[in-house]
């Protein structure tokens, strides 16, 4: 359970989005990405993959438009007396937004970049004569930066999350056996996770044996395991619409010596980074880190994805840990730690562990080992 109510924890989000506009000059801000409407309502059991919400947050106040078929949610969750102004107009998306603006007499006016353009364009058109008037401010992710320092409700549920994950771990080690397939074992681990209290799969379970495993993303099919096949298993538990995220790689019978061999790297790739990670790093930096031991190795054409991503609301989340992110990775931030090994024709190993990035170091939410698994005998 969370120590603090959905409603407070709100506003305390609320308050970090209106120090963002006054850092930037901003009069209002709208906001409509379901993920970030999750973070700043704080709400659970509500938004689901309709885009139907809009939220217009000006420096004094919030106002958020839905429809009838989520109102009363809403209501019941952040109460009719609070800081949140809810209606259900029977009006569109952007002319409501014009109607917000013209009423609180916003000149400069922040929306998404991900907003449609046929949002936008009626948002212009309804605006009228007073188009010239505002300036309609891009952001560019601005939100997914805020998002990335989870408080400590979100802690919770990301453990939460990890704690299911890890139960179908143990399960699906105890079932499988030579002659299941592919899609047989991804049936079992989701299957588990739901029984569990799982609000569903993370993301599209990956279960890729023996050459399948090469194919870092391979979907699984009707290839029944035999023995001697390495098995990677790639998925996460949804909880309170927080994801987990976790890769284990396990053998169908004993290893062969190059099995262990190629496993061994990614461990050392993936103990040596982790034990890198500190507020402030630079998270490309721990990236090449994980290449050099792998190239080193002399498998370095065998690893091209990046080491770890940040995960919380969304599977992929800021911040990253890649080539792509030259900067600081902040304390507080939730990051995956996956570096793997993929030949073709043969097999594919990753390793992967999610946790938070604390003062003290990395934390991984799991309590499961990186010991190589015997499975199926």
């Known amino acids: 359970m969370c120590e603090t109510s959905c409603a407070e924890r709100s506003a305390s989000r609320v308050r970090r989005l209106r120090e963002l506009m006054g850092e930037r000059g901003l009069d209002a801000m709208v906001v409509r990405e379901l993920a970030d409407l999750r973070w700043l309502t704080n709400v659970d059991g509500v938004l689901d993959e309709d885009a139907a919400h809009t939220v217009f947050v000006t420096a004094d106040e919030l106002f958020l438009h839905t429809d009838s078929r989520y109102y009363n949610a809403f209501c019941e969750r ?16 952007g ?15 922040a929306i998404e970049d991900t907003l449609p353009l046929s949002i936008f364009d009626e948002l212009v058109e309804a605006l009228g004569s007073d188009a010239d ?4 401010v891009r952001l560019h992710g601005d939100l997914r930066v805020l998002r990335m320092v989870k408080d400590d409700d ?10 299911i994950t890890d139960a179908a771990f143990e399960y699906v080690c105890s079932v499988i056996r030579p002659g299941m397939t592919e899609r047989q074992i991804r049936g079992e681990i989701e299957s588990f996770m739901l029984k569990q209290g799982s609000d569903g799969p993370s993301f599209s379970t990956i279960v890729a044996a023996g050459a399948n495993g090469a194919n870092p993303h391979a979907c699984p099919s009707d290839y029944a395991v035999r023995e001697g096949d390495l098995i990677v ?16 790689t396990v053998c169908v019978g004993e290893p062969s010596e190059r099995q262990r061999q190629v496993y061994d790297i990614v461990r050392r790739a993936h103990e040596e980074c982790t034990a890198m990670l500190r507020p402030g790093i630079n998270g490309k930096e721990v990236h090449e880190h994980s290449r050099k031991v792998i190239s080193d190795a002399g498998f370095g054409d065998y690893y091209g994805h990046g080491l770890g991503h940040g ?3 969304e599977i992929h989340e800021f911040p990253g840990l890649g080539r792509s992110w030259d900067k600081p990775v902040p304390a ?4 995956t730690v996956e570096p793997g090994i993929y030949l073709p024709g043969e097999f594919g190993i990753r390793l ?14 799991t309590a499961l080992d990186h010991e190589l698994r015997v499975v199926g005998v």
């Open 78 to 93: 952040l109460g009719t007396n609070g800081i949140w102004q809810l209606d259900q107009e029977t009006l569109s998306a």
């Open 133 to 136: 008037k505002v300036e309609l």
């Open 352 to 365: 992967e562990d999610c946790g938070v990035l604390t003062e003290e170091g990395y934390k991984p939410f």
């Open 311 to 313: 995960v919380g609301i």
């Open 233 to 248: 298993l790639d998925y996460g538990a949804l909880c309170h619409g927080y994801h987990a995220d976790m890769t284990r």
């Open 95 to 109: 002319k409501w937004v014009a109607e917000r603006i013209a009423a609180s007499a916003a000149h400069k006016v």
């Open 332 to 335: 507080g931030s939730v990051v």
């Open 154 to 163: 979100e802690i919770e549920f990301l453990r939460e999350a990890q704690r």
